[in-house]
């Protein structure tokens, strides 16, 4: 059986509304995520739950969508980029409706890739509004405010208003006047060194996932389309390998990316000078901070993702506009 040529339209609209639900339904454990990766030193939450018990209380029920605005305003065309060029490379690596392995894990390296002009200034702008509650928080208790800042840290001075919270217009226009367009784009070279090993594992993972139990014709091109559970199963399962997998590069993009830093908190000249401190100052396990919270965000994010974009809205929506 041939394949169906891609729609691109339609991929776009279902990458976009696919990465909408999920985000809605996931954002209060990222920003768990983001506010434990960049504890160091004395520790303001001693887990997920307890950073969103604390949120909670300290900043309200709104406060754990703290940067959601943002997320929801540019996942639609980081999601449709992500999964549409997938599709796109997957397609035109493909011979006779095959595609190798080798195949697979360069279309995902190419998906991974091509994100990245939205996902790096998306992430930029979410992260500073995240992580802008643990901040107050951090300056509020006694034991992190008292502790030493290192040298070359951009800590959050005494005198400086600890109840401020920026919005994501704010730190857009304050990073393009002090650092022009390319402050959008700080931390990009960590994005891709995250986000092209996560594609690389998560797509094909996903692919062979979805195609278990499925019937196939006599060349092996499979004939019946994976139902929603299937679609969501799959990306569950490839979205929490793919993510505790790559969960250290993560770790230092996050870093990478906190503008502001608290009381006794490094700040990073780059790649190389973060992995060094993390590792001389925090040892190996701080490499893994926040890995439950990024696969519990990850899983259901790629599986309601998945599962949307296989209930083919898009092409349902391009048939009512045609």
């Known amino acids: 059986m041939p394949e169906q040529k891609v729609s691109l339209p339609a991929k776009l609209i279902n990458g976009g509304v696919a990465g909408l639900v999920g985000v809605t339904c996931v954002f209060p454990i990222d920003l768990a995520k983001t506010r434990l990766q960049n504890q160091q030193g004395a520790r303001v939450y001693s ?3 307890d950073c969103l018990t604390k949120t909670v209380r300290m900043e309200g029920y709104f406060g754990m969508y703290r940067g959601a605005a943002v997320n929801l305003t540019l996942v639609t065309p980081e999601k449709a980029i992500k999964l549409a060029s997938n599709d796109i490379f997957r397609q035109y690596l493909s011979h006779d409706g095959k595609l190798p392995l080798w195949g697979e894990i360069l279309a995902g390296c190419g998906a991974g890739t091509c994100q990245v002009v939205v ?45 401020y919270r920026p919005s994501g217009l704010s730190i857009t226009l304050e990073l393009l006047r002090t650092k022009g367009f390319k402050g959008l784009y ?24 979805n195609a278990v139990g499925r019937k196939g014709d006599l060349h092996g091109n499979l004939r019946d389309r994976a139902s929603f559970l299937q679609s969501f199963m799959a990306g569950c399962a490839a979205g929490s390998v793919a993510a505790v997998t790559v969960t250290p590069l993560d770790v230092i993009k996050t870093r990478i990316q906190t503008l502001q830093k608290g009381v006794g908190e490094d700040s990073y000249r780059g790649i190389i000078d973060c992995t060094r401190r993390i590792l001389s100052r925090e ?8 890995a439950t919270c990024r696969a519990l965000v990850i899983a259901p994010l790629f599986g309601i993702a998945q599962g949307v974009y296989f209930l083919g809205i898009g092409e349902h929506v391009m048939e009512l506009l045609g």
């Not at 790096?120 to 928080?137: F, H, N, S, Y």
């Not at 040892?283 to 926040?290: H, N, R, S, Y």
């Open 47 to 49: 887990g997920m739950l």
């Open 283 to 290: 040892g190996l396990l701080a490499f893994l901070k926040g």
């Open 119 to 163: 996902t790096t200034p998306m992430e930029m702008l979410k992260i500073q509004l995240q992580d802008a509650g643990r901040l107050v928080a951090q300056r509020s208790d006694p034991v992190s405010a008292s502790a030493p800042a290192p040298t070359g840290s951009q800590a959050v001075q005494p005198g400086h208003t600890t109840t």
């Open 186 to 209: 700080r931390g990009i070279g960590a994005t891709l060194l995250r986000d092209i090993p996560f594609s690389m594992i998560y797509f094909p993972l996903f692919a062979k996932l």
